[in-house]
């Protein structure tokens, strides 16, 4: 057995208790926790290989030495990170293509911006902003072929649009042009004979004398012009509300349209918007700007779809080209947006009696349009038009 005063005892320090007669021990400091704060020099030896660390981005053990890659070399990025990527890339290229459709869309408007004259700019009453404020835009609509000339429009209809971006309503009124009203200059006259007296100058300024209305923009809408952009388009999709025989050859073509839900190509929409006589004996002149308000609404509804804006490269230089308006590109775009957002539209037509005066058929202007021009102001509830009669004023909400 070894020798009990040779052989160096072991201690065993608990609690951080140091003793005062250990000397080795003498050379740490615990605290009260039993952490060291001083440790002894470790011996010199041969220095160690660094080992480089990398932690692995997921499932992987944390901590634990891994191959390092040359430098200037990465790991290849997460699938997360590259589907963010590939849906930023094709949104940018998205933008681009929109812009290049609305580059030849704001192109084309320039163009009809062209087409109206000074004169007729200066029979406007100045407006605020078409994204703000209610607006007034009086629509021509002419058998014309090709671009439309605000300066010398044939008014086969005359439509008042009326937008409120805040009562989130399209308001229509159509003013028949057989409606006789008092032409300054020219005495009691049919409405549409202020274009051939003073042109759309007169024609505005006698709307305003008649109902009351400021006319803030204008358009002139040449129809066989959108026979290409129907087409662009795909055609359109209507409501017709009653069968459509026509009575005469149209284009070198008898039509019919049905009831209910149809589809229109170019032609077939011109058709259905221009026809004059049917076998229907209650069609008139205000039934047939009633087709064309059809027509011109779904055309709206349509460009501000998803798919027409994805197609505005090929379909942008035609949306303008039989317009001529004063209205710019951004404001016919904030026209076509309140109209998507619309929840509902009011279509009003003045009305009143038909007569024969000095031998030319005419319609005496009612009393009860003055409640439709309110209903087109928002200003009251719009009034039905009585069943079974054929140029009374009324309102159909839609």
């Not at 080992?51 to 990025?77: C, D, K, M, N, W």
């Amino acid at each position: 057995m070894p020798d009990q005063k040779t052989q160096k005892p072991y201690r065993v320090y608990r609690g951080g208790h140091v003793p005062k007669d250990d000397p080795e021990a003498a050379r740490f400091d615990f605290g009260r926790g039993g952490t060291a704060t001083a440790t002894p020099p470790r011996p010199a030896g041969p220095a160690r290989p660094r080992t480089e660390v990398q932690h692995y981005p997921s499932g992987g053990l944390p901590g634990r030495p891994v191959a390092t890659t040359a430098p200037g070399r990465r790991f290849p990025i997460g699938w997360k990170k590259a589907v963010l990527l590939g849906l930023g890339l094709l949104l940018v290229l998205l933008l681009i293509w929109v812009y290049l459709g609305y580059r030849a869309f704001a192109q084309e408007v320039e163009r009809a911006n062209k087409r109206v004259d000074a004169k007729t700019r200066a029979a406007l009453t100045p407006a605020g902003s078409m994204w703000r404020d209610p607006q007034v835009t009086l629509v021509l609509g002419s058998d014309g072929r090709g671009s439309a000339s605000i300066g010398s429009a044939r008014a086969d209809s005359i439509l008042l649009v009326r937008t409120d971006p805040g009562k989130h309503t399209i308001y229509m009124l159509s003013i028949p042009r057989d409606m006789r009203v008092p032409i300054a200059g020219h005495g009691d006259e049919k409405i549409n004979a202020s274009l051939a007296f003073g042109g759309p100058p007169l024609l505005i300024r006698t709307i305003k004398s008649f109902t009351g209305l400021p006319v803030n923009h204008v358009t002139a809408v040449a129809f066989k012009g959108f026979q290409e952009l129907i087409a662009a388009m795909g055609g359109l999709t209507i409501q017709n509300p009653s069968r459509i025989v026509s009575s005469q050859p149209f284009g070198g073509k008898d039509w019919v349209f049905a009831k209910g839900e149809i589809h229109l190509n170019g032609r077939n929409a011109l058709a259905y918007a221009r026809i004059r006589h049917t076998t229907n004996p209650a069609d008139s002149d205000i039934t047939r700007t009633e087709r064309q308000q059809r027509v011109l609404q779904a055309i709206a509804h349509q460009l501000v779809s998803p798919t027409s804006i994805l197609h505005l490269r090929s379909i942008g230089g035609a949306v303008a080209k039989p317009l001529a308006t004063d209205l710019s590109a951004m404001e016919l775009i904030a026209m076509g947006w309140i109209k998507f957002r619309a929840q509902r539209t009011v279509e009003c037509h003045l009305g009143g009696t038909a007569q024969f005066v000095d031998g030319e058929a005419v319609l005496v202007p009612s009393p009860a349009n003055r409640a439709v021009i309110q209903a087109f102001l928002g200003q009251a509830a719009p009034p039905r038009q009585p069943k079974g009669t054929l140029f009374d004023p009324g309102c159909t909400i839609r």
